[in-house]
C-alpha cells in the first residue's frame, strides 16, 4: 500500500488554521467556554497532549522497527483537564502550535513503511487534521456563541 501524503499539506493547513485562531484571540477570549468544561486553551492544550502522544507512537515504532500501541483511553482527557486549566491560556495555544509544527514535520520526515503501518492501524494518528479539526470547529462555534 502506497500512503497518500496529501496528509502533509492537509496537517499544515490545520497548524495553521490553529495559529491564526490563537493570533486573533484575545487573552480573554483563549478562556470562553467551549462545552460544560472546556476552555479554547483546553482546546489547545488536548491538542499538544494527543499530537505528543503520536509523536511518542512515531518514536517508539521507529525504536522498535514495527508498530507501538500505547495503551492510552479516553479516560485521560478527564483525568488531564485540571492540568490542562492550569495552564496560562496563550501558553496552551504556543504549546499547541509548537507540537503541532513539530509533529507536522516529523510525519513529513517519517519513515514510509512504518507510517504506512501506523496509518493502517489509526488514521488519525497521520492525518492530524482529523482530530485537530474536530476541535478547532467546536472551539470556533463556541466563540461564535
Do not use: C
Amino acid at each position: 500500500m502506497t500512503l497518500d501524503r496529501s496528509f502533509i499539506e492537509l496537517n499544515r493547513a490545520s497548524t495553521e488554521r490553529m495559529r491564526a485562531l490563537a493570533a486573533r484571540l484575545t487573552d480573554e477570549e483563549l478562556q470562553h467556554p467551549v462545552g460544560q468544561h472546556w476552555t479554547v486553551a483546553i482546546v489547545f492544550a488536548h491538542l499538544a497532549w494527543w499530537d505528543r502522544r503520536v509523536m511518542y507512537v512515531l518514536d517508539m515504532t521507529k525504536k522498535n522497527g514495527q508498530l507501538f500501541i500505547p495503551e492510552i483511553d479516553i479516560f485521560v482527557n478527564d483525568l488531564s483537564l485540571p492540568l490542562w486549566a492550569a495552564i496560562p491560556p496563550r501558553a496552551a495555544a504556543r504549546i499547541g502550535i509548537e507540537t503541532a509544527e513539530d509533529l507536522d514535520q516529523r510525519l513529513t520526515d517519517y519513515d514510509s513503511t512504518l507510517l504506512e503501518e501506523i496509518y493502517a492501524h489509526n488514521k488519525r494518528w497521520v492525518v492530524r487534521t482529523l482530530h485537530r479539526g474536530e476541535h478547532l470547529d467546536e472551539a470556533e462555534a463556541a466563540l461564535k456563541g
